[in-house]
């Protein structure tokens, strides 16, 4: 089973931008398709972004679309979401999975998760 860890949450302003990582271990990386997810304090979890494995399919959730970008290094076995125009309402764990199936516009994930990482957006 592939080990993912998260890395790149912090505080931030609204207006502001983040990077986040999602480094992977094994050498199947590059035929799994990544998915960032997030969950807020008394929600559920929700998708963000995913990529297909050769990084030519993209899809995101409505409420960050234009101001997030999923991309992906399989020579480092990394996937990124660059976070721009952060608002409040972002602010949750944002959680990278592995290996599930982008399908219809959705991802639809595998249970292959990180630990997490905290993003918080001050306003």
């Known amino acids: 089973q592939v080990q993912l860890v998260e890395s790149g949450g912090g505080l931030v302003q609204a207006g502001g931008s983040l990077r986040l990582s999602c480094a992977a271990s094994?050498?199947?990386?590059?035929?799994?398709?990544m998915g960032w997810f997030r969950q807020a304090p008394g929600k559920e979890r929700e998708f963000v972004a995913a990529?297909?494995?050769?990084?030519?399919?993209?899809i995101y959730a409505d409420s960050v679309k234009g101001r997030f970008t999923i991309s992906r290094d399989n020579a480092k076995n990394t996937v990124y979401l660059q976070m721009s125009s952060l608002k409040p309402e972002d602010t949750a764990v944002y959680y990278c999975?592995?290996?599930?199936?982008?399908?219809?516009?959705?991802?639809?994930?595998?249970?292959?998760w990180g630990q997490g990482t905290q993003v918080t957006v001050s306003s």
């Open positions: 094994g050498r199947t990386f590059s035929s799994y398709a």
């Open positions: 999975n592995a290996g599930g199936a982008v399908r219809n516009d959705y991802y639809f994930p595998s249970p292959s």
């Open positions: 990529i297909s494995w050769s990084g030519a399919i993209t």
